[in-house]
């Protein structure tokens, strides 16, 4: 069983940043791919991005691509999500996921989920 707590969300301005974070209980967290997904308010929750279980490999919805980064820190447990460059239409709810492999978390369907936090950009 593996735990995700995310923080970091909030009300922002478009044009502005903001870092998430996602904290996981598992004691083989190396072992995870990980990823990031969100859901707008009436619309399906969508795949962000997601990171491979050594950091190496990185993939991105290419609504994202070259505003957001994902990364992950094995030694703290812990994925993150850069976002730069918010768009009012990056309003939505931000999941974080865990999978034991990449593939499964591209197509939507990782193993375990964290509860979401929320991110607001005004326009």
């Known amino acids: 069983q593996v735990q995700l707590v995310e923080s970091g969300g909030g009300l922002v301005q478009a044009g502005g940043s903001l870092g998430l974070s996602c904290a996981a209980s598992a004691r083989t967290f190396s072992s995870y791919a990980m990823g990031w997904f969100r859901q707008a308010p009436g619309k399906e929750r969508e795949f962000v991005a997601a990171i491979s279980w050594t950091g190496g490999i990185t993939t991105y919805a290419d609504s994202v691509k070259g505003r957001f980064t994902i990364s992950k820190d094995n030694a703290k447990n812990t994925v993150y999500l850069q976002i730069d460059s918010l768009k009012p239409e990056d309003t939505a709810v931000y999941y974080c996921?865990?999978?034991?492999?990449?593939?499964?978390?591209?197509?939507?369907?990782?193993?375990?989920w964290g509860q979401g936090t929320q991110v607001t950009v005004s326009a």
């Open positions: 996921a865990a999978s034991t492999v990449i593939a499964t978390m591209i197509r939507g369907q990782p193993r375990y």
